[in-house]
């Protein structure tokens, strides 16, 4: 209550319409002696010693003054106004709102292991479905481990190294079409392919499958081409983006298929389309380019002067582009592009003010970004649309220690069992470890879900490195990460006999020999050499389901067990279902020998 000259104010909190007017009425009805103001939402309601009246200060500026009794008829007019008008709002509806990070426990992670201390801002960590590799510190020259990926727990302090470089590694990155083959460049100015045997390394592997010469000065990143097998990028401190073709018998290539040299600073980032047409970059002279990876052409390029960029992203197909950087005044920050227009930013998005690097990781499947901050411990992670505001906020991974590197597990890794979406790989340099970080989206059906495991990017290319250099563009070969879908389909059922292929009748002597697993042959098929025999055996052995060995160490948690129960039921089924084409098989041989019996009967 406020007195003021000859009248009294009381302000009420905000109520809703229907309230305000019962108030009002109520207010009517005893009488009013002194006068009354309610500050409700966009209308005041004044009193007097005479009576009740209203002024409406609505959002259309109407500053009508009414009788009291009048004021119920004025309100609803312009509630039929405002009905015309949209209503957005406040949350948005999403499936994967409520995701959330588990780190893995204790005994998951990888103990002990000495990784790199060096100021370049890289992931310094890849991973893949057999392996992981993580550069490390080494007394002469670089080096870097590639551990299995099963082998968590404390590192052999002599466990052997891929060490051929004469520099520090400044970056690493895994064949996405060969799970054995890695690619690392150095200080020393070169790039190394490395073979990793599918046995445990026993010692240093010093010998490189390929060497690129060509680089001036110390190469700082490289990059594999999404659907051309074969095809590599690189970039250096020399302000050249050197283009590979590895499809050759050279153990030494001193020649890049293309040099693109429009840059005038070092390049921080480089990153693909989907299909690899486009090329985009940031470098150090503060602008964001889209090139022709081909032609070495320039075709859009950003004067970032309010947001200097570091790392940059291809958002999918959304024609969008996203990088990290900082605005003017210091803070981090993330602003969307449009991919044909890189005049403006079409939104910007101010986090902090600490100085570590932002890495972005955007998720093609589900449209979901993950933002990893260097010296941070948390991990950010937005919903991206086409739409306005582009990026929404869903929630951030929160963790003491902060993290020097990060490696991602390709999609075709996961674990779809316990509805993981993402997995991280955390590097601690603090305390020499390497600690798995999944994204889960909280589910309480155990079934397969397939509104979140779209078909996605498998390990096979859509273009060799000729047709692609040639002009072709492809997008990725997807597959379906449901387990043993990929199985399924490596064992067809029995073809059918073409109709010009006579029948002949089955004898004693020739009979069909039936193997667990394998289609009935007959003798001509045991002429098949046995090298190839026991190629098909070693295939079978080392095939994967869905990124996990069949044939895998016990488990270590009750998760894990629940997990391998899981996948046992999965093969019990496939069994099941192979075992019933299997005996259907046999019934339709058994209908053939019948009949050549009878025809050989009456013949």
């Excluded at 052997?160 to 150095?186: M, Q, R, T, Y």
Aim: proline share 6%; aromatic share 8%.
């Amino acid at each position: 209550m406020a007195q003021g000259l000859g009248e009294t104010w009381m302000i009420l909190p905000c109520w809703p319409s229907r309230t305000v007017e019962s108030r009002v009425q109520g207010w009517l009805d005893e009488g009013v002696a002194e006068g009354a103001v309610s500050g409700i939402g966009s209308r005041t309601l004044l009193g007097t010693k005479t009576g009740v009246v209203g002024v409406c200060k609505n959002s259309q500026r109407c500053d009508q003054t009414v009788q009291a009794r009048d004021c119920r008829l004025h309100q609803q007019e312009h509630r039929l106004k405002s009905r015309k008008m949209s209503w957005h709002p406040q949350y948005r509806s999403s499936k994967f709102r409520h995701v959330f990070g588990k780190p893995a426990s204790k005994e998951n992670c990888y103990d002990s292991v000495p990784i790199t201390h060096s100021v370049q801002d890289n992931h310094f960590c890849a991973v893949n479905p057999y392996f992981i590799a993580v550069v490390t510190e080494c007394s002469c020259g670089g080096a870097f481990f590639v551990i299995p990926l099963h082998q968590t727990g404390k590192l052999d302090p002599h466990y052997p190294k891929v060490c051929g470089h004469k520099g520090n590694v400044l970056d690493i990155k895994w064949n996405p079409f060969n799970d054995f083959e890695i690619a690392s460049c150095s200080e020393d100015t070169t790039i190394k392919i490395w073979d990793i045997p599918k046995q445990l390394l026993t010692k240093n592997l010093t010998a490189c499958k390929k060497e690129l010469i060509g680089h001036t000065r110390r190469v700082g990143l490289v990059e594999w081409h999404p659907t051309a097998a074969n095809i590599l990028f690189s970039s250096g401190y020399d302000y050249k983006v050197m283009v590979w073709n590895l499809d050759t018998k050279e153990s030494v290539i001193m020649n890049p298929v293309r040099t693109i040299g429009c840059h005038q600073g070092v390049i921080l980032s480089m990153s693909f389309n989907t299909n690899g047409s486009l090329l985009a970059t940031t470098c150090k002279d503060r602008k964001i380019r889209i090139l022709d990876p081909r032609a070495g052409a320039v075709l859009q390029e950003a004067n970032c002067t309010g947001h200097r960029a570091n790392k940059v992203l291809f958002l999918g197909d959304l024609n969008k582009l996203l990088s990290t950087g900082t605005s003017r005044w210091n803070n981090r920050q993330l602003a969307v592009w449009d991919q044909d227009n890189l005049s403006v930013p079409l939104s910007e998005v101010d986090l902090d003010g600490s100085s570590g690097v932002l890495f972005p990781f955007y998720d093609v499947d589900t449209n979901m970004l993950y933002v990893v901050g260097k010296g941070d411990g948390n991990i950010r992670y937005y919903e991206v649309s086409a739409d306005k505001p582009h990026l929404s906020y869903l929630t951030e991974y929160r963790s003491l220690t902060p993290q020097k590197g990060i490696g991602i597990m390709p999609k075709r890794g996961l674990d779809v069992t316990s509805c993981e979406i993402f997995r991280f790989y955390k590097l601690i340099t603090t305390k020499g470890l390497i600690e798995p970080i999944s994204m889960i989206v909280p589910r309480r059906s155990e079934s397969y879900q397939e509104d979140i495991y779209p078909p996605t990017a498998g390990a096979q290319p859509s273009l060799t490195a000729q047709e692609w250099l040639r002009g072709m563009n492809k997008g990725p070969v997807l597959v379906s990460l449901r387990p043993c879908s990929e199985l399924l389909s490596l064992q067809p059922l029995l073809p059918e006999r073409p109709p010009s292929e006579p029948t002949t009748p089955f004898n004693q002597k020739e009979k069909l020999v039936v193997e667990d697993g394998q289609k009935p042959f007959s003798r001509v098929e045991e002429k098949v050499p046995r090298q190839a025999a026991e190629r098909r055996l070693e295939e079978k052995k080392t095939r994967l389901t869905n990124g996990f060995d069949i044939e895998c160490p016990p488990p270590k948690t009750e998760n894990e067990l629940l997990q391998m129960f899981y996948r046992q039921q999965e093969e019990i089924r496939r069994l099941r279902e192979l075992l019933t084409q299997r005996e259907v098989q046999a019934k339709q041989l058994e209908l053939e020998v019948k009949n050549s019996r009878m025809n050989s009967e009456r013949f």
